[in-house]
């Protein structure tokens, strides 16, 4: 009986032992646990952030990399169109600066050869002229045809309508090389002007160039970047729910020993002392101490003289199953050597 008193405070024991044991574990992994699940929360905020930084980075409709991607092809497409407008308009107004340069140059070769002709004319007229009034002098009293409409005085009058003429060519000559000197500077000032907006032109185009090619990059880094935020998201929350459904797991558990552990040590502690108090009371009782007695001496065997004196080397000797002699020679001091 009271191998299984002592039997039951071994389970009391060995009960409360594996009561701290799961209230330790339960205590750390609740403890561990829900720091992970605190920490998976900043986690999926921060990626929360960051995500909708990424995509407003990306496509927001005013300052997006795709809309400032969409403004410098725009702007791209305006520059070369430009260029070939300008390029087209500069081709089509040196097309008419040549043919006006073409009949400017055609119309001095005319004006020339014809203040060279009327000279020649005029010239000749003159010197017969001058032959004539030589002869005239001759006959201090020409007839009155003379004076008034012959021949000497239809060269006179013709003569100087020819100077009037002539000048007048030559006025005519010279605006139209002043305006043949002008097209020539209205020509290389257009040109000068083209050339001038065509290399603005140009350097807005590789700067634009420059700025579409750094923009695409940008945006392939950010889209791969907000790619890899996403997966990172989604398992960070598969992780969340999985420490979620873990605390969910051993709650009913825990909380068991948790609400209790503290009852049942009580518990055990009551029953221990129940049961200690039990033995006490029953090693007390003659019964008890008669058993115990009878139990020693058929312990001895043949040993019997041992229930008398167990220190004695009688018992000693018996035990040992030695001699007496043998036993004092090597246990000098015992009793009865």
Excluded at 42 to 66: A, R, Y
Excluded at 197 to 210: F, H, I, R, T
Aim: charged share 35%; net charge negative.
């Amino acid at each position: 009986m009271l191998n299984e008193i002592a039997k039951m405070v071994k389970v009391i024991v060995k009960e409360g032992k594996a009561d701290k044991e799961n209230l330790d574990w339960c205590n750390e992994e609740r403890t561990d646990n829900d720091k992970d699940l605190s920490e998976k929360n900043d986690e999926i905020d921060t990626l929360n952030k960051e995500i909708q930084d990424l995509d407003t980075s990306i496509n927001d409709p005013e300052t997006g990399l795709k809309k400032q991607i969409q403004n410098t092809e725009k702007s791209l497409v305006e520059n070369i169109e430009s260029q070939k407008t300008e390029t087209k308009d500069r081709q089509e107004s040196n097309l008419l600066y040549q043919e006006d340069i073409k009949n400017l140059v055609a119309a001095e070769s005319i004006l020339k050869k014809a203040i060279r002709v009327l000279s020649a004319y005029y010239d000749k007229l003159e010197k017969q002229m001058k032959a004539e009034a030589g002869f005239l002098q001759e006959d201090p009293a020409p007839p009155d045809t003379w004076k008034g409409g012959g021949a000497s005085g239809g060269f006179k009058g013709q003569s100087g309508k020819g100077g009037d003429a002539i000048t007048m060519l030559k006025f005519i000559l010279d605006e139209t090389v002043k305006e043949e000197t002008e097209a020539h500077g209205d020509e290389e000032d257009s040109q000068h002007s083209y050339e001038d907006s065509m290399q603005k032109l140009k350097d807005s185009e590789a700067a634009d160039e420059k700025t579409l090619a750094g923009l695409q990059k940008t945006l392939a880094a950010k889209e791969e970047e907000l790619v890899m935020k996403r997966k990172e998201l989604k398992a960070t929350i598969k992780e969340k729910v999985a420490i979620e459904a873990y605390l969910l797991k051993i709650k009913p558990g825990c909380d068991f020993i948790t609400k209790n552990f503290e009852q049942r040590e009580k518990n055990r502690a009551t029953e221990s002392t129940a049961l200690k108090k039990a033995t006490k009371l029953i090693k007390a009782t003659p019964v008890y101490k008669n058993f115990k007695a009878e139990e020693k001496t058929e312990g001895f065997g043949d040993c019997k003289s041992c229930n008398k004196d167990e220190e004695h080397v009688k018992c000693k000797a018996c035990m040992a199953e030695t001699s007496i002699p043998g036993y004092c020679a090597g246990h000098k001091g015992t009793k009865g050597c």
